[in-house]
Nanobody, 125 residues
Framework: VQLQASGGGLVQAGGSLRLSCAAS??????YGWFRQAPGKEREFVAT????????YYTDSVKGRFTIFRDNRNNTLYLQMNSLKPEDTAVYYC?????????????????????WGQGTEVTVSS
């Protein structure tokens, strides 16, 4: 199983970026994104079921970020719009074979068995 994230970079506040994550090796119950800002704890960003239709976001990104998957090539995406300096972090794509439905489990890093290598996003003010 492999998750390969890409798409990070430097962007001005208010701009957009699309993160990608190539998933291979198996199908999953749920996938998502976490991030870790310099000097801070890793935090949950967004998750969705493999089939789609059950997206869940942390409050700080609701209305700005969209999580989705391309069924044709098993690529996971995080579309990030209206970026803010506080979105600056290393972003990790994650996945699990379990299709969690309870919110408590959706946001726990320990709920996800597979992690990509991270891609860095820097938002300048």
């Amino acid at each position: 199983v492999q998750l390969q994230a890409s798409g990070g970079g430097l962007v001005q506040a208010g701009g957009s970026l699309r993160l990608s994550c190539a998933a291979s090796g198996r199908t999953f119950g749920r996938y998502g994104w976490f991030r870790q800002a310099p000097g801070k704890e890793r935090e949950f960003v967004a998750t969705n079921t493999w089939r789609g239709g059950s997206a869940y976001y942390t409050d700080s990104v609701k209305g700005r970020f969209t999580i989705f998957r391309d069924n044709r090539n098993n690529t996971l995406y995080l579309q990030m719009n209206s970026l803010k300096p506080e979105d600056t972090a290393v972003y990790y794509c994650v996945a699990t074979g379990r299709a969690y439905t309870q919110t408590y489990f959706l946001t726990l890093s320990s709920s996800y068995d597979y992690w990509g290598q991270g891609t860095e996003v820097t938002v300048s003010s």
